[in-house]
């Protein structure tokens, strides 16, 4: 006889009010100022973006520091096929990029007009544009290329950072 | 410290779907399997004689239990005896074979069961009425919750960054290059009975599958499987009382963790972990990361995706940096080229059981230089193998085990 499976529905959902602990000041900048916040390590000097209160290499505290709102793409991909959190928003395009004068490179959002491999290539200059309505998380911002910023910033959705 | 033999090995067919078991049932079939295995070897043993056991289990969310080790250590029969989990993302089956090694290798246990288990399709995503996208989700919060989840990072964008950035670097590997690989481990697995993607197809297949993160297309991936995996550890002194006909030595493991923000990293375009563990295990095997090629017959590569595959030629030494995609055009990792790589598949052909995987390819790789491998059995002349596991958010974790058969020792 045929096997005959028995298959139960089921969901795993938590509730969290998550504290972001020392990187707070992070958010609660780009939340309400438009700010994008680094680190610097108070004894090697190396800038941490994602912030870090500490650095990581040696052992010393770090401070926050303002960053730059322009950057570079170091390396990016589009996205055509993904998890069910995001299939609705596919393509989209993703990107490590380094802020100017930061020592580490940071994932974000890129969004274009025309969102083809060589608009959001490596080398790619960009720049954050905010939501107006932000709630402290990092989709708040998101980076578009430079010369496409002036035509993001007019959205009724958008703005220019602090910058 | 002790010497530490497999002799057993217990795969069980990679699938898309068990409906007819759970991942403790399929973890009691992978058990009972590598316990027949060394009983074949004329070990004599049964599942009472293990004395502890090291589980390979990556995800909770798809077993839709937390600490799932310890329902398997009940139905496997293994109670009132100690059990420890690993979990290492995609590299958890390498790390758990390196961590039962230690359980025996430091004299805690004379007989160690190394199992891996994962079964991800129970996951189903409501709104497309399909699996695939759940099980990327659940495989999605292992990377950063704050700053890269929100941003639709995923196992596919995760690895071709990398790539990409090789890419960049180095103009290598090409997409043909890349769908290369998945020509020849699709190829590969049509002689392995437990492989779950045997498929015959050509370059111009892969370019023309559907893309799934620019330039990795849908023959690119690996797909998600189920399946169990284990392998029994002996010291030198069981395997000498069992009366084991052909043990097979592991002589060197090797694990790396590099930074797991591939935004921290020196260059993007390299697997560190790849790297520092390969040359961890190569020494303690008393290999050569410059001359690897030549000292092995065979490698069970982590070839998640292709691109990556290629990355990890020149990663693990067989081909100076930049020159992997040049290796597979000259057929280098064929079957029948100079180093074979994935003889079984590796994860393209057969499937990625995340906890099961890196334990298959170590007991794959095992049964090659044992010449059990079957119909895809490659030449072994030196008696030495490579198994590779690698996973994680930006592939930050990596193991490498080396093992060698009773004539190279």
Aim: aromatic content about 10%.
């Amino acid at each position: 006889m045929e096997f005959q499976a028995h298959q139960i529905k089921d969901i795993i959902k938590i509730n969290y009010r998550y504290t972001m602990g020392g990187q707070s000041k992070f958010f609660i900048e780009l939340m309400n100022n438009k700010k994008l916040l680094g680190t610097k390590c108070t004894k090697c000097g190396k800038t941490w973006m994602p912030p870090r209160i500490n650095c990581s290499e040696c052992y010393e505290p770090a401070e926050w520091i303002e960053m730059k709102q322009t950057g570079t793409i170091d390396i990016s991909t589009i996205v055509w096929y993904t998890t069910s959190a995001f299939i609705k928003a596919i393509p989209y395009a993703i990107g490590f990029i380094r802020l100017d004068g930061a020592d580490t490179s940071m994932l974000q959002g890129i969004f274009s007009e025309s969102l083809i491999p060589s608009k959001v290539k490596k080398g790619k200059k960009v720049r954050a544009v905010f939501q107006k309505e932000r709630e402290g998380k990092m989709t708040d911002f998101f980076f578009v290329p430079e010369d496409e910023y002036e035509s993001w910033i007019i959205k009724s959705e958008y703005e220019g950072g602090s910058e | 410290m002790e010497k530490v033999a497999i002799i057993g090995i217990g795969i069980t067919p990679f699938k898309a779907r068990y409906l007819d078991k759970t991942y403790f049932e399929l973890a009691y079939d992978a058990t009972k399997l590598a316990l027949e295995d060394a009983n074949k070897q004329g070990a004599e043993i049964a599942h009472n004689d293990l004395q502890s056991t090291v589980y390979g289990i990556y995800n909770e969310l798809f077993e839709r239990q937390f600490m799932p080790d310890i329902f398997i250590n009940s139905y496997i029969g293994m109670i009132n005896k100690p059990g420890t989990r690993i979990a290492t993302g995609g590299a958890t089956g390498g790390y758990t074979v390196r961590m039962a090694y230690a359980e025996v290798a430091s004299g805690l246990s004379d007989l160690c069961l190394c199992l891996g288990v994962e079964k991800c399709n129970d996951c189903y995503d409501v709104q497309t009425g399909t699996t695939t996208p759940e099980v990327l989700n659940a495989i999605a919060y292992s990377a950063d919750m704050t700053y890269e989840y929100p941003m639709g990072m995923m196992a596919a964008s995760s690895y071709v960054s990398m790539v990409n950035a090789h890419f960049e670097e180095f103009g290598n590997p090409t997409e043909e290059q890349m769908a290369l690989v998945s020509v020849k481990n699709h190829g590969n697995a049509i002689n392995n009975p437990k492989a779950q993607s045997p498929m015959r197809i050509t370059v111009e297949d892969v370019m023309n599958s559907r893309i799934i993160c620019y330039p990795f297309k849908m023959l690119d991936c690996c797909l998600y499987s189920e399946a169990s995996a284990a392998l029994i550890l002996a010291n030198e002194e069981k395997v000498k009382e069992l009366k084991v006909e052909n043990p097979i030595w592991i002589s060197g493991v090797g694990a790396a963790n590099t930074d797991c923000f591939i935004g921290n990293r020196e260059d993007m375009g390299r697997l560190y972990s790849n790297i520092y563990a390969a040359k961890v295990a190569y020494k303690m095997a008393g290999l050569d990361y410059d001359k690897i090629k030549e000292q092995i017959d065979v490698a069970e590569l982590h070839d998640a995706f292709s691109g990556q595959e290629v990355i990890s030629y020149e990663e693990l030494g067989f081909v100076p940096f930049g020159e992997g995609g040049k290796w597979i055009e000259e057929g280098g990792p064929m079957i029948d080229g100079e180093l074979p790589c994935c003889p079984c598949g590796g994860l393209i052909g057969c499937g990625h059981a995340v906890g099961a995987t890196g334990i298959m390819s170590t007991g794959e790789a095992a049964l090659q230089i044992r010449g059990d491998a079957g119909k895809h059995q490659v030449k072994i002349e030196k008696g030495r193998a490579v198994a590779h596991s690698i996973g994680g958010p930006g592939a930050a974790y990596a193991a490498i085990i080396i093992m060698e058969n009773e004539e190279a020792r």
